[in-house]
């Protein structure tokens, strides 16, 4: 049983819960991305007046050390219309950061701007507007909250925009928040280009759970203490703003708990369990299927990243483990026909089976996940997993998706598979419907991607399975836990997080 001290969160932390149940999480009012209002020039109908102006591209980067965070915001606007333009830049700041640099490009050059009081900038720049020349004075408006005048925003050409403030974070109930303003649907007259946002977050103590609620993101870890979370899209207006939670503990598994309750009504929790980066040693040793799709659809560079990708996992494997290789075709064909230890001698035979592989035939897919499934009767109870690379195309026996996946979840087993899809006509319906069927997850790598990175980042989360077999339940008979999701809790893999959630109906102290 895992335990946590329940807690009660706050207002401030009610959005996550919100969130992840599906309701709607109220607008931030009083933070807003950088944008431009433009004072004068032409105004399209029923837009707002910065509608005439476009966001080229919004890049943001964010360093984050023992809860200082400096953030750099680098934007383009363009004026795409025929006239020069004039306008106010605004950028309200978190509550409590201050600015620390405000950079514009002026004549091709990037110029910091000067802050001055309110009354002087207004007059220095009334007098350099009177003289068409182009200024960058940084302006006090109010409380967090800087504006800067802009003339002339030139027809058919950018002003680039770089802005750096500080601030510290706010910790609550063991979570930190870093929030960045990225709601700037209404900010351009047409889709950003490209938007991005870097947070480099390093602590004094471990960092165990990261979480991001608003968007996708990437998470690199780099030891206890460091962690990379990447985001970065095109061709899209975003309307969310970018919101992180960490959470930080010296203990091997950190856990931490989430609780909201409004009146009489049945409450919600989160619960969040992570055991960081942990060495090998501490992996509980597990039992492995890779299954690898060499039929014809497979030819050409699916095949050779697949053999790439399963050249890694082979190589990877910890020295406890028990393994298996599938091959699958038009008929199924396993190397040993049962679990062999990883042994120098069974990998090279594995690797050697491998390289000689060719694509041909059809594709036995539904026969090839039942082969790997029978496989989990010579566990012993140990952790078994199957790894699956293929385009997710069945063509011989049974093609039904629908069947395929009823077979996976029917069977009665705690066995997780894992889906590689490789190739630009991958069934990913298909592949993250088996995965998911299983608590698995799936992983797709272009023929254009770097094979090496993908396979990597995948095979960190499948190898090390550190808990197992969890169940969620709670010390007080007058504390009752409803609808959680997932209903059954997926294995712990070093590196990931688990997150469960659902409601609760009683009242009083209680341990989950």
Not at 71 to 96: A, I
Request: aromatic share 10%; hydrophobic share 40%; glycine share 6%.
């Amino acid at each position: 049983m895992l335990h946590a001290p329940s807690k009660t969160v706050s207002g401030t932390q009610l959005w996550l819960l919100l969130a992840l149940f599906g309701f709607l999480i109220w607008p931030t009012c009083s933070h807003a991305d950088g944008f431009i209002v433009v004072t004068d020039g032409p105004i399209v109908p029923h837009h707002f007046r910065f509608a005439p102006l476009e966001v080229r591209f919004h890049h943001v980067k964010v360093t984050i050390e023992n809860d200082v965070a400096t953030t750099e915001v680098d934007e383009e606007f363009y004026n795409p219309n025929g006239q020069r333009l004039e306008g106010t830049y605004l950028f309200p700041l978190p509550s409590g950061a201050h600015i620390d640099k405000f950079v514009m490009d002026i004549n091709g050059e990037m110029v910091q701007a000067e802050l001055l009081a309110a009354d002087k900038a207004r007059s220095i720049y009334e007098e350099i507007v009177r003289k068409a020349k182009d200024p960058a004075l940084l302006e006090y408006v109010g409380r967090d909250a800087f504006k800067v005048r802009i003339f002339p925003i030139e027809p058919n050409s950018g002003k680039r925009i770089k802005v750096k403030y500080t601030q510290l974070l706010n910790t609550e109930s063991g979570f930190t928040e870093y929030t960045y303003p990225l709601n700037t649907e209404k900010f351009s007259s047409t889709p950003l280009n490209e938007v991005s946002i870097k947070v480099d977050l390093k602590t004094r103590e471990a960092i165990k759970n990261v979480y991001c609620a608003s968007h996708t993101v990437d998470l690199r870890r780099d030891g206890d203490r460091h962690v990379v979370v990447g985001f970065e899209q095109k061709n899209v207006r975003p309307d969310t703003d970018f919101k992180l939670l960490y959470t930080r503990d010296s203990k091997a598994i950190g856990i931490n708990l989430l609780s909201y309750r409004a009146d009489r009504d049945d409450g919600y929790y989160l619960l969040m369990a992570s055991p960081g980066q942990i060495t090998v040693s501490s992996s509980q040793p597990k039992d492995i299927t890779f299954v690898l799709d060499n039929s014809g659809s497979m030819a050409g560079p699916k095949l050779e990243q697949a053999k790439k990708a399963l050249a890694f996992c082979l190589a990877n494997l910890n020295p406890e483990d028990r393994f298996e290789l599938i091959r699958f075709s038009t008929e199924v064909e396993p190397l040993f026909n049962e679990l062999k230890p990883a042994s120098k001698e069974n990998v090279d035979k594995a690797g050697e089976f491998v390289t000689h592989l060719h694509a041909t035939g059809g594709t036995a897919l539904d026969e090839a996940l039942k082969k790997a499934l029978a496989a989990v009767h010579g566990t012993d109870g140990r952790p078994y997993v199957i790894v699956f690379l293929t385009d997710g195309q069945p063509t011989v026996g049974q093609t039904s998706e629908d069947a395929i996946v009823a077979n996976i979840t029917h069977a009665d087993t705690a066995t997780r598979i894992f889906t590689f899809g490789i190739g630009n006509d991958v069934n990913t319906h298909l592949l993250d419907r088996v995965a998911e069927g299983t608590h698995g997850f799936s992983q797709y790598v272009l023929p254009v991607e770097d094979i090496e990175l993908k396979v990597s980042n995948f095979y960190a989360k499948v190898k090390e399975p550190v808990l197992s077999n969890l169940q969620l339940s709670v010390n007080s008979p007058g504390i009752k836990l409803q609808q959680m999701y997932p209903n059954k809790l997926p294995d712990l893999f070093n590196g990931q997080m688990l997150i469960a959630f659902g409601r609760y109906s009683g009242h009083g102290s209680a341990a989950l």
